[in-house]
């Protein structure tokens, strides 16, 4: 089984940066795609970010799309979520997830899951 643990969650103002981190240990990210998913409260969690496993291709919600950008390292076995122009409609726990299989914007295609972190953009 492959464990991950989110990092860099924080408080932000209106319009600020964050970069979340997520690493892994069990297994390396190479051959995994990834994804970044958001839940606010009585709010559904979404898919805002993915990573195919080659690294090639990417998915973003249309709500964040040219604010953020999901990258990794593989040497590092870590995925990363750059934050810009936070909203208040951002604040949520982001959630990591990994799967050997095929990229994805459900929950249902993840695998693997990190304990998630809070972001608060606060006006």
């Known amino acids: 089984q492959v464990q991950l643990v989110e990092s860099g969650g924080g408080l932000v103002q209106v319009g600020g940066s964050l970069r979340l981190s997520c690493a892994a240990s069990?297994?390396?990210?190479?051959?995994?795609?990834l994804g970044w998913f958001r839940q606010a409260p009585g709010k559904e969690r979404e898919c805002v970010a993915a990573?195919?496993?080659?690294?090639?291709?990417?998915y973003y919600a249309d709500s964040v799309k040219g604010r953020f950008t999901i990258s990794k390292d593989n040497a590092k076995n870590t995925v990363y979520l750059q934050m810009s122009g936070l909203q208040p409609e951002d604040t949520a726990i982001y959630y990591c997830?990994?799967?050997?299989?095929?990229?994805?914007?459900?929950?249902?295609?993840?695998?693997?899951w990190g304990q998630g972190t809070q972001v608060t953009v606060s006006a």
């Open positions: 069990g297994r390396t990210f190479s051959s995994y795609a």
């Open positions: 997830a990994g799967t050997n299989k095929f990229i994805a914007t459900t929950q249902s295609g993840y695998d693997y």
């Open positions: 990573l195919s496993r080659s690294g090639g291709s990417t």
